[in-house]
């Protein structure tokens, strides 16, 4: 197809144009960006090099890929090793999103973390890609309680639907707390969920942190972060809100490096604990020149089995192993999981399509709570 009409068909359709669904249950993508630059690809969740085509500004990339995808991804002018998240929505600079789609995803900067800053990424979602159902708020659900406090010197917000300040209810603890608030929107679906009776009045306790410190705070080789739950925002969680004193009846959630804090957390604590959320979790812990891979993993199978349960996802994409042997996200979890079934321990496990992704962890958080709570 001429340059000139592969645009206008973009800037007509909006881009990414997308063809019909094969009988392999396949779409072919086609990215479309126009301007002058040394170099154009896909980034993100999807990796795609942009052709120029010869004599115009219009660069363009095809790719097969699955028609229940959803995934996050943006345009980068860079070399891949120096890929960089969107610092706005002007659709210019070294990264940016794709104007052309209207699906786009903010992640507000944190007013209370001096070293975090608005991004912004582009969201593909394919012919076939699930609804999300729980995360979208319902009029007719009303919004529950959000306060937000000090405890022990660390930021923290409680949630709590609409109705439920009866003593005794379940608690669910949530690292990276401000973009489990607004990204993940982790309070709408609570509420939607207990309005339909499908998890019992749920108080979450978000724990905020800062960019600075976070890989920090959340590695297991960190002691700050356990000993805050159990030593300080626990005891106060249960003066503050007459939350259930049995371990059964607190949860424990995270993303990503939050999802293996999580579970470390529970390891060290099954008396405080007794579930788990990981979506995503970095169970390949260590990175690169810090120690053997897979560390938690190693130390669950080593230990007695306590009286936990665990929710596990990851997306189908997060398959890429890092240069010095370290394994992907999606080997490690499966190890993880294998692991935990091993020693007895109840596990359900799921694979998105799709990457390391909050508009995944966003509609999957649901499927966490009714699997951990679920009535």
């Not at 603890?173 to 207990?194: K, S």
């Given at each position: 197809m001429p340059a000139a009409d592969l645009w206008e068909r973009a800037v007509t359709a909006g881009a990414p144009l997308v063809s019909a669904v094969d009988a392999r249950g396949l779409v072919e993508v086609t990215f479309v960006w126009r301007g002058e630059a040394e170099r154009a690809s896909v980034a993100g969740?999807?990796?795609?090099?942009?052709?120029?085509?010869?004599?115009?500004?219009?660069w363009h990339g095809t790719v097969r890929?699955?028609?229940?995808?959803?995934t996050v991804y943006w345009l980068s002018h860079v070399p891949p090793e120096q890929a960089r998240i969107p610092p706005d929505d002007t659709g210019s600079g070294p990264a940016h999103i794709d104007l052309l789609n209207p699906g786009r995803l903010r992640f507000p900067g944190d007013p209370g973390d001096p070293t975090d800053r608005d991004c912004w990424v582009s969201v593909l979602t394919l012919p076939h890609a699930d609804p999300e159902t729980?995360?979208?708020?319902?009029?007719?659900?009303?919004?529950?309680e959000l306060t937000e406090a000090v405890v022990g010197g660390r930021r923290v917000s409680v949630h709590r639907p609409a109705g439920t300040d009866r003593a005794g209810a379940p608690a669910l603890?949530?690292?990276?707390?401000?973009?489990?608030?607004?990204?993940?929107?982790?309070?709408?679906?609570?509420?939607?969920?207990?309005a339909a009776g499908r998890i019992p009045p749920l108080v979450t306790l978000f724990v905020h942190g800062t960019d600075a410190t976070r890989d920090a705070d959340l590695a297991p080789s960190s002691p700050v972060t356990t000993r805050f739950v159990l030593r300080e925002l626990m005891p106060w969680a249960r003066r503050a809100y007459g939350l259930s004193p049995y371990p059964r009846d607190v949860g424990v959630a995270g993303v990503s490096l939050g999802g293996l804090a999580a579970a470390h957390l529970a390891l060290r604590a099954p008396e405080a604990?007794?579930?788990?959320?990981?979506?995503?979790?970095?169970?390949?812990?260590?990175?690169p020149g810090a120690g053997e891979p897979?560390?938690?993993?190693?130390?669950?199978?080593a230990r007695p089995r306590a009286d936990l349960r665990f929710y596990l996802d990851a997306g189908d994409r997060e398959t890429q192993p890092a240069a010095d042997g370290t394994p992907s996200l999606l080997a490690a979890t499966r190890r993880f999981r294998d692991a935990l079934r091993a020693k007895g321990y109840p596990v359900t496990y799921?694979?998105?399509?799709?990457?390391?992704?909050?508009?995944?962890?966003?509609?999957?958080?649901?499927?966490?709570?009714?699997a951990i709570f679920g009535t």
């Open positions: 969740s999807i990796r795609l090099p942009l052709r120029r085509q010869p004599g115009t500004d219009v890929l699955p028609a229940r995808l959803r729980w995360s979208v708020p319902d009029p007719d659900v009303p919004a529950g603890i949530v690292f990276d707390g401000y973009l489990a608030r607004t990204v993940l929107a982790n309070p709408v679906t609570v509420d939607n969920l207990v604990v007794g579930a788990v959320i990981a979506q995503s979790g970095s169970f390949w812990w260590p990175g897979e560390w938690l993993t190693r130390e669950y199978a799921a694979e998105y399509p799709g990457g390391h992704d909050y508009v995944n962890w966003r509609r999957t958080f649901a499927d966490a709570l009714i």
